[in-house]
């Protein structure tokens, strides 16, 4: 399993051919206390960069960008009804939906934990 | 979701900048300023907080301005179609100053301190636009005298009152939009009991120089934490109260924007000094179709669209900007401000709606990235307010 980054502030955790993703640290910080989540239908296919979502704190919404092409396979449920679980558990329970990837190749060119870090202190 | 980080070395800072960064806030620029729009409570814990206690907040980045002289209520009234000569000393009124289409070129407070002054607060964003135009207007009748050496300061929330008391005895003889010159801890300010939340409060005016004393010991009483402009701004949505750029701006008329209540009788048709501020002839003409409409016989030419209420019927923010329509799917209006309310527990937001359906009770429906959310036209505000009347 190997967890991935993207510039957008999402995480990607995939292992075989099925990830899952989520928001970011940063991502959560940055919108304040989240109070809606528009999550996407199970069984749409994204292409990579196409919204997927939205994510609403009580200043501001922010698309959720699909990291990686493919098809949800599930949402998170309880994230719909606690979207708090966005902010106080991000990386974990406040996952968003779960991905069967189509291109697995473009998980290569997402950034590593490290460079993501980096990336998202000069943000 | 990256933040914009344009070019921050330009923006003024207010004398409190410094205490700001000290308490870990969250710096962005508003109104040509650096300004809090958080600390590190964040939005909803400090929404919550000046519901329940005592809220700080650096507003400095205001304007304020005093217009000194004998006929200084008289000129100034012929800008706003409000009534400022009757505004007894120690009193303060909401005022709107229009162009001559009737459009609202900012929404302001003034304070009668008698003897000819009248102490004037104006938006950030609009103060120099504002001050250029009422010198342009009314120098020749008034002193204009702008007050670039003061902040602002307010302090809100059901135990502001108490707190305040402590550090100024007799403050709390105030009572809502009433207040005058008084020391706080030993420093010079001039308070009215007022503000933007919705509660009862108080915003401070004093020097610069004092600001940063002043703000300490405030946020040194056990009631009182610092606000920053994200909670400012869900407290005053809760409490209906336009924000001037987003709810009313120069394509927006009073009435429309249901402002009515801040044009006194005098001023309307009929009244003593009836009409004689810009754009009267089409406000009067609203105000007639609007008072029509009470009746049941709404001219919708005259008066073609409100500002209203609304409460999404389902849990999903509606933000302004949203187009609403009828369940036809005919456009019929616009979100202006809209956001989960902390304390309402709802959707709230405000709009303009055509006016057969700004009638509380209508539903309509708001298009949420292409997908209708209902709504529900309602009364305002959507929390209670609690301001004190003694």
Redesign the interface.
Known sequence: MSIKYTKDHEWVSAEGGAATVGITVHAQDALGDVVFVDLPEVGKTFAQGEVAGVVESVKAAADVFMPVSGEITEVNEALRADPSLANTDPLASGWFFKVKLSEPAQLDALLDAATYDKFAAES | ???SSASDTQLLKTPLYDLHVELGARMVPFAGYSMP??YPA???AE?KHTRDAAGLFDISHMGQLRLVGPDAAAAFETLMPVDVIDLPAGKQRYGLLLNDEGGILDDLMFFNEGHGSLFVIVNGACKVDDIAHIQRKIGARCEVQPLPDHALLALQGPQAAATLARLSPGIERFVFMTGGAVQIGGIPAFVTRSGYTGEDGFEISVAAKDTDALARLLLAQPEVKPIGL?AR??LRLEAGLCLYGNDIDTTTTPVEASLNWAMQKVRRAGGAREGGFPGAAKILAQLAAATAGAAGHTDHDTLKRKRVGLVALE???V?DGTVLQSFEGQDIGIVTSG??G?TADRCVAMGYVATAFAEPGTRLQAIV?GKPVPMEVSTMPFVPTRYYRG
């Open positions: 979701m990256a933040a729009v958080q964040g939005l909803m929404h994200g701004n869900s849990r999903i923010p933000r956001l989960l902390p990235r």
